[in-house]
């Protein structure tokens, strides 16, 4: 009974920001690896970046420009995201695994997605 939803999405200028939230229930996040897919129309879906108990990982494209973070407190992962292109813009899921891959197949669960769109 493991839910994920995401929220934070919406429209931004190029070189803009958006803070995303993805309140986790059903399982205590400290435990798993958390981590961000984006996914455009027509694209397969994309790692963007993970959290876990051996520390972070980030796609080379978005190095330096999101920060993915977690408050265990309030069982909750976010990404900051700076400095935004239109390239980002994309369906942004969180995902809940036992371990950190970049693979989407290694994650169980996966919230409803919020539109990220970045206009230029």
């Known amino acids: 009974q493991v839910q994920l939803v995401e929220s934070g999405g919406g429209l931004v200028q190029a070189g803009g920001s958006l803070r995303l939230s993805c309140a986790a229930s059903?399982?205590?996040?400290?435990?798993?690896?958390m981590a961000w897919f984006r996914q455009a129309p027509g694209k397969e879906r994309v790692f963007v970046a993970a959290?876990?108990?051996?520390?972070?990982d980030y796609a080379d494209l978005v190095k330096g420009r999101f920060t993915i973070s977690r408050d265990n407190a309030k069982n909750t992962v976010y990404l900051q995201m700076n400095s935004l292109k239109p390239e980002d813009t994309a369906v942004y899921y969180c995902?809940?695994?036992?371990?950190?891959?970049?693979?989407?197949?290694?994650?169980?669960?996966w919230g409803q997605g919020t539109q990220v769109t970045v206009s230029s």
């Open positions: 995902a809940i695994g036992s371990a950190n891959y970049r693979s989407p197949r290694m994650y169980d669960y």
């Open positions: 059903g399982r205590t996040i400290i435990s798993y690896v």
């Open positions: 959290i876990g108990w051996s520390g972070t």
